[in-house]
């Protein structure tokens, strides 16, 4: 594979933001509250390390196997980072609502569903069968991991909860990223592996994930709002929070017991 | 010709996508810019005397079983437009929970408990409309509508300590309002 002077320009502007977000993300102490995503950012590093390595030394074989199995792991990532932004968006008090994870659950099993049929339609025109699954599996990632923030998104404003500074910025910044992701797989599907179409296409993908990861940078070097309620009022209404509790449980139990009532 | 229904398909796809995304970003803006005059307008106009009469009927810890009557029950919350009435202004509290975190983050814990309880609400009122389509309402309302004013009522009460400890302005009229 020939790589011009772009291409390593690319490959080197993406590795100095990398590492400086992995930096940011522990200077600031933002890597206990994101650690899929400082994982998913520390592997970045290491995949462009080792692929770099690979490419110089390796044969295009053994570049396959190695650009499938990181982009695995990749995508593995990236939903485990979808996962940690839901989590903090949609269970603030710790364990998931019984209704928000229903309807998660639902939109997941339609986003899966969907990706799938678009993958199943995709035809790229190469001669290779390792060229045809890498565009495939990269089209399949990228529609699932639209799909997923859309639906986050979605679900979010429906059910009221509000984003915090972090993980909306988080959030933006993949669903940008993934949604264009769409278009540039779609053309890679369209155009196939062969000609200058695909590496103008991949330059484009790559410079928009620089322009996330600068804007990644700047959101994590910013605080959030500091906590200002005052003890005293925390205090009371933790109290007249646990009555609730009480009191809705006992509903719950009568409730409960009449369901058990009408089915015997 | 061979790639027409890929295309078709991806360019459908992506229009719904950017479409939900662009419509329900743009819903959320529209609700942090919400302001107080507007979320007030919202609140739907109950008889809070006797909504929190219905209440502590059930709330207050006592060994006796409850002092109202069905029919009092009925009369007081004001049938099924008062409990629509309830399930509406549950959604504004929701909001005006979230309206606090300009001035307090952390209230985000109280709108999602609100929200929680709300759920609570909108089951009771589900399963009263159940009943009245199966011909079983006289004999369930008083149970599932007493305990939905009894959650708003606690509900209607931290948001109230919210405001009040918060110094949150609007207070005054919230207190008339609830």
Redesign the interface.
Known sequence: MHLTRLDFFLWAFTFVEDFVLLAVLWRFKRAARFPVFTGLIAFDIVQTIAGYLIQHFGSSLTYFYAYWSFGLLDVVLQLGVAYELCACVFR??GPW?P?VKRSFAFLIAISLF?AS??TW???PPTRYVRSAIVIRGDFFAS?LM??LF?AM??L?????????THVAQLTQGF?AYS?FG??VD?AH??FGTVGPAYARISHIRISLYCVCLAYWILAMIQD???????D???A??LA??K??AM??RG??E?REG?CSNFLL | MQQLPFVIAVSTFLVVLVTAAVYFLARARRSAGTTWMALMARLRQIDRDNFATVALDLLDERDAESQLDPDSIFEMIGGMDGLDAVEQNCDVLIDMATYVQHWYPEALEIAEELRLNSREIKWHIGRLRGASHTGHMYEQFPVYAQRAVATYYLMTRSLLVLYEGGQVPGFAELQRAL
Do not use: H, K
């Open positions: 603030p008090l609502a209704d969907v049929v678009l339609l995709a035809s529609a639209s799909e859309v998104i979605v979010s404003v429906t059910m009221g909860l509000p984003w915090r669903g949604i769409i278009i779609a599907t369209y959030e709002p500091e906590p200002r309620m005052p005293s009022l925390r009371e209404l007249l929070q009555r609730i009191v809705l509903f719950r009568l009449q």
